[in-house]
């Protein structure tokens, strides 16, 4: 069905994607989830951290390390060190795809809070320029493709769940209740 590479990468994009999209949403300004606070930053990373190895798992990784940290110290102690690579690139790559996607999710929101921040003049800033540096667009040409709604990024995240959900338990889910 897939393979270990693809595996500890789709693991580790799913994992970063849903764990720092709950950093993103607690700490940007003008986005639902902010101020949530430390609690739903910490729930938020446990269900990502599981989702990443559900997904890990369903898509051919054998371990769902996810953590190059955690690979190489599995690698140590086995000794074993013939798949340290390719998992340690497969994490890395996954974990790069998986900010860049939390960036063009929320670069909207980031540019607006941003011209908020500009606006209104950070510490050291002379109310034109935040922080006195001129205005710099914090994604660039990414805003216009980052420009979705809050729900647009809640369905995605809930579709994550679901499909995490359903590669690990498919007859549960995927099958109608008995008796209708």
Same mark, same amino acid.
């Given at each position: 069905?897939?393979?270990?590479?693809?595996?500890?990468?789709?693991? /580790?994009?799913?994992? $970063?994607?849903?764990?720092?999209?709950?950093?993103?949403?607690?700490?940007?300004?003008? &986005?639902?989830?902010?101020?949530?606070?430390?609690?739903?930053? /910490? &729930?938020?990373?446990?269900?990502?951290?599981?989702?990443?190895?559900?997904?890990?798992?369903?898509?051919? &990784?054998?371990?769902?390390?996810?953590?190059?940290?955690?690979?190489?110290?599995?690698?140590?102690?086995?000794?074993?060190?013939?798949?340290?690579? &390719?998992?340690?690139?497969?994490?890395?790559?996954?974990?790069?795809?998986?900010?860049?996607?939390?960036?063009?999710?929320?670069?909207?929101?980031?540019?607006?809070?941003?011209?908020?921040?500009?606006? $209104?003049?950070?510490?050291?800033?002379?109310?034109?320029?935040?922080?006195?540096?001129?205005?710099?667009?914090?994604?660039?040409?990414?805003?216009?493709?980052?420009? /979705?709604?809050?729900?647009?990024?809640?369905?995605?995240?809930?579709?994550?769940?679901?499909?995490?959900?359903?590669?690990?338990?498919?007859?549960?889910?995927?099958?109608?209740?008995?008796?209708?």
């Amino acid at each position: 069905m897939g393979s270990p590479f693809l595996g500890e990468f789709l693991g /580790t994009l799913v994992m $970063i994607l849903l764990g720092d999209g709950v950093v993103a949403g607690v700490l940007l300004k003008r &986005s639902k989830a902010e101020g949530a606070g430390w609690m739903v930053i /910490t &729930s938020g990373w446990a269900f990502a951290v599981m989702a990443g190895v559900f997904t890990a798992l369903a898509c051919g &990784s054998k371990a769902a390390y996810l953590n190059p940290a955690v690979a190489l110290g599995f690698a140590v102690s086995s000794g074993n060190y013939a798949n340290l690579f &390719s998992n340690v690139a497969a994490q890395l790559l996954g974990a790069f795809c998986g900010a860049v996607l939390v960036w063009i999710r929320l670069a909207e929101i980031a540019r607006q809070a941003m011209e908020i921040r500009t606006h $209104i003049g950070a510490p050291g800033g002379n109310g034109k320029h935040g922080a006195g540096g001129p205005r710099v667009g914090v994604v660039g040409g990414i805003a216009a493709i980052g420009a /979705t709604s809050r729900h647009q990024q809640q369905v995605t995240a809930t579709n994550i769940a679901i499909q995490a959900a359903a590669k690990t338990h498919p007859q549960k889910i995927c099958q109608s209740p008995k008796g209708s």
